[in-house]
């Protein structure tokens, strides 16, 4: 349960235990809110204020430094001297507007071992706008990303080569527009497939090969069909686009899928158990409201990483191996920490922003042990007073705006509301409403949810999106050749149109290699179209209570009743896949 839990997690603090209260906001709220402390795919032209040159960061109004810069022995890290006057909130505050952060994060290693532009990313080698990606080579514009090489427009793979535009995939070889695929090779335009090889626009297949359209036609049949399709042309491909997609349609899903689990309310967590309300998770138990980590235990409310990690509590994006860690978003290796934010190879600290190897630090600070221990017991206690003490930072602490941050995908809002009190509707189906008090390029905001539950944030007006510099030779995606027959490198000199959000984007040499190589058409569309188009084939996080399509059991599933395919319980669509 959730009291047993916050009972586990509860800190101790010179000998004296502080309990954890039960939160006063809903898993969503409370998840919300953290993600709004972080900024995965949204970059900014920037100067590192350590040597003065030229970056790219995910800030728009921060002092930055390089990755390098960052992790050098002469960077100044600024203090807060606390002696009780301040608040607790000031003190963060200013911290939060006078030190210094990453560019981007990740290894400094990445950055000599020729990956760029990669974020929350580590041991990296000639990657390219990877996110969330670790142990990776010859990669791009991937989200997610583990263990793989020569991986283009994927999402949530691992273990994988040569694929493109695969999502929610382990251990692929050459496989083409594949979503939930496990261990299988050369596959195309196929979807919840295990152990197969060689399959076209097939779905829901075990142990098999040589099928197309879910039939098993023999290796010289089916060589013959796919050496009659040419898939370098774009325009073949957004036919069987279409084709695939009402194949997914036609087929039965499993209301969650949790592969090597038990004891897990859930989905896509795998060889976990004893979890609940956590989705995207690897190798970890006795987890609640988690979300994408990985080979971590005890902990709750969490969102992002924790590898090999343990002991925590309301945090974001923590970094591998650490242990208790509370109330803090972006720490690294780190122990024993209280109200942090991007810090790394820290040790017993409170309220610490920017810090790098330091110990017995409260705002910034260094103390003893023995007035480290005294002090942070008073805050705890001022904490307490001000019913803060069991919740995660404010919202107003968050160095993004909300459309920068990953909030924006998981929790977009129903409505925006301007000064004027004009509306603009978006979707019904979303929800809150954002209320605008300002039209400043940084504005600040109101996101209003559901029971009273109002969130202050800041939102970044796109008025600047579209800028394309007079000098920069442009071709509108609609005037590409159909195949890379007619291209050559002059392409690299160019920006290319986005057919949908008029967004200019480029190649790099490693890209069109790709393309080359495997015979594919070059893309149409913006990187970040292109990552949208594969987050919305994922099911939304949440669990719905709905009816089995083949017993009429009663059952929790990620997708509604009124889903566009039948969806099985995982004991009835066990039986139905496998027999």
């Excluded at 950055?111 to 990313?121: G, K, S």
């Excluded at 709750?300 to 994006?317: C, N």
Aim: contains cysteine.
């Amino acid at each position: 349960s959730d009291v047993a839990m916050l009972a586990k997690l509860s800190p101790t603090v010179g000998w004296v235990k502080y309990p954890f209260p039960l939160p006063t906001l809903s898993p969503q709220a409370r998840e919300q809110r953290r993600m709004m402390f972080k900024n995965e795919r949204f970059f900014h032209k920037d100067i590192c204020e350590h040597t003065n040159t030229a970056t790219v960061s995910r800030f728009t109004d921060k002092h930055v430094f390089s990755n390098a810069a960052w992790h050098g022995d002469d960077r100044e890290q600024k203090i807060f001297d606390y002696d009780e006057t301040p608040s607790f909130a000031d003190a963060m505050r200013w911290l939060c507007d006078n030190t210094t952060y990453q560019d981007l994060i990740g290894s400094s290693l990445n950055v000599t071992q020729n990956a760029r532009y990669t974020n929350h990313a580590s041991k990296q080698s000639n990657t390219y706008l990877l996110i969330n990606a670790r142990d990776d080579e010859y990669c791009a514009y991937g989200n997610f990303i583990t263990h793989s090489t020569f991986c283009f427009d994927c999402s949530n793979v691992a273990n994988s080569e040569h694929c493109y535009q695969c999502v929610s995939s382990d251990r692929l070889f050459g496989c083409l527009y594949c979503y939930n695929c496990i261990n299988s090779q050369n596959l195309h335009f196929c979807h919840t497939m295990t152990n197969c090889q060689y399959c076209f626009l097939c779905t829901g297949l075990h142990n098999q090969s040589y099928c197309i359209n879910n039939k098993h036609v023999g290796k010289e049949a089916y060589e013959a069909y796919m050496a009659s399709i040419d898939l370098g042309s774009y325009h073949a491909i957004q036919e069987i686009l279409i084709r695939y997609a009402a194949l997914s349609h036609q087929q039965t899903q499993s209301a969650v899928v949790n592969p090597w689990s038990e004891d897990v309310i859930g989905h896509e967590c795998m060889n976990s158990h004893n979890a609940f309300m956590c989705f995207d998770l690897q190798s970890c138990h006795d987890v609640r409201y988690a979300t994408a980590c990985f080979e971590s235990q005890d902990m709750m409310d969490i969102t992002s990483f924790g590898e090999l990690s343990s002991i925590m509590y309301e945090w974001l994006a923590v970094g591998k191996n650490s242990t208790n860690v509370f109330c803090s978003s972006m720490v690294g290796e780190s122990h024993h920490l209280l109200y942090c934010m991007e810090s790394k190879y820290c040790k017993h600290c409170f309220g610490c922003v920017n810090l790098y190897k330091k110990e017995y630090c409260i705002f910034n600070k260094q103390y003893t042990q023995e007035e480290y221990e005294t002090i942070v017991l008073k805050l705890i206690e001022q904490l307490q007073a001000w019913q803060m003490w069991w919740e995660f930072l404010h919202p107003s602490l968050s160095p993004f705006p909300y459309n920068d941050s990953i909030a924006i995908d998981y929790y977009p809002p129903h409505a925006i509301i301007d000064h004027s009190g004009n509306a603009t509707i978006y979707d019904e189906k979303w929800i809150g409403t954002v209320h605008l008090s300002d039209d400043n390029e940084i504005a600040s905001w109101v996101f209003r949810r559901w029971k009273g539950d109002d969130i202050p944030i800041r939102r970044r007006n796109r008025r600047e999106e579209i800028n394309i510099p007079d000098n920069t030779v442009t071709i509108a995606a609609k005037d590409l050749p159909d195949s890379l027959v007619w291209v050559d490198e002059s392409l690299l000199q160019k920006a290319i149109v986005c057919a949908v959000s008029w967004r200019p984007f480029r190649m790099v040499p490693m890209e069109l290699e790709f393309y080359r190589k495997h015979n594919l058409p070059l893309p149409r569309l913006h990187p970040d179209v292109r990552y949208t188009q594969r987050f919305q084939q994922k099911p939304d996080r949440t669990l719905y209570l709905r009816k089995c399509d083949k017993t009429g059991e009663d059952m929790l599933s990620v997708y509604p009743q009124d889903a566009p395919f039948k969806v099985y319980s995982e004991e009835a669509y066990r039986q139905e896949m496998y027999g």
